[in-house]
């Protein structure tokens, strides 16, 4: 099976994919328009049937699309435990979908659902993440051990749950002031951090006890 890459725009209307990733050159296989329910999209996620969740920070929506593009469901405000207010960062974990919210004031958090509930169009809240994330999630990422990672984008930090717990993360990565737009992790553990204060990458690895620090490999 090709590898794929979806790469989403905030400011415009589709989300372009590639695919073939692993050979000498990815390929343009084309575009997947957003429909105009959705604006200011901050968040995309695929699933394992190939549909495409997008979520829409000015609209407070967020939207299922299935392999062809064509509109599965809509989820708004009153489809949810949780106000949609400014839907922001998707990811999936196995049979469940992150979804981030914020920054407002009372309403930062990321929340995992079913992801077949998402499809019904009327999902539950599994878990709650908002102890500790305070200033606007932008990206979730997951290690090896199902640990979530939650990139904050006004402090410049990230913090790890438990899996399954939204209580008492425990701070990974203190940037100060740089903003953290996405975080992702390999399979060794590092921390790849997207700053756009910097305008750079950072690499961060385990120290075993406490905060990451910058790589120097």
């Known amino acids: 099976m090709a590898s794929e890459l979806y790469v989403l725009s905030t400011t415009g209307s589709n989300i372009t994919q590639y695919v073939d ?12 328009s957003i429909p105009s329910s ?4 901050l968040g995309a996620a695929v699933d394992a049937y190939g549909d495409l969740y997008v979520s829409g920070s000015n609209s407070d929506n967020i939207v299922v699309l299935n392999i062809g593009g064509g ?24 049979r469940d979908i992150y979804a981030g919210f914020g920054p407002q004031p ?28 305070d200033t606007g999630p932008t990206q979730v990422a997951f290690d090896s051990k199902g640990n ?5 984008y006004y402090s410049g930090t990230a913090v790890k749950y438990a ?23 390999d399979k060794d553990g590092n921390i790849y951090v997207a700053n756009s204060a910097l305008n750079n990458i950072t690499v961060y690895s385990p120290s075993g006890g406490g905060l990451f620090a910058p790589s120097t490999s």
């Open 21 to 32: 990733l692993r050979t000498a050159g990815a390929k343009l296989a084309g575009a997947i």
């Open 38 to 41: 959705v604006t200011r999209s």
């Open 71 to 94: 509109l599965v469901e809509t989820l708004t405000k009153d489809k949810s435990a949780f106000p949609f207010t400014s839907a922001g960062p998707l990811a999936i974990h196995g």
């Open 106 to 133: 009372g309403t930062n958090a990321v929340i995992s659902y079913n992801v077949g509930e998402f499809l019904t169009g009327d999902p539950k809240e599994i878990t709650l993440y908002n102890d500790g994330v």
């Open 148 to 152: 979530v990672y939650i990139a904050e």
């Open 163 to 185: 899996p399954g717990s939204g209580k008492t993360p425990t701070l990974v990565i203190n940037q100060g002031t740089s903003t953290c737009e996405g975080i992702a992790l």
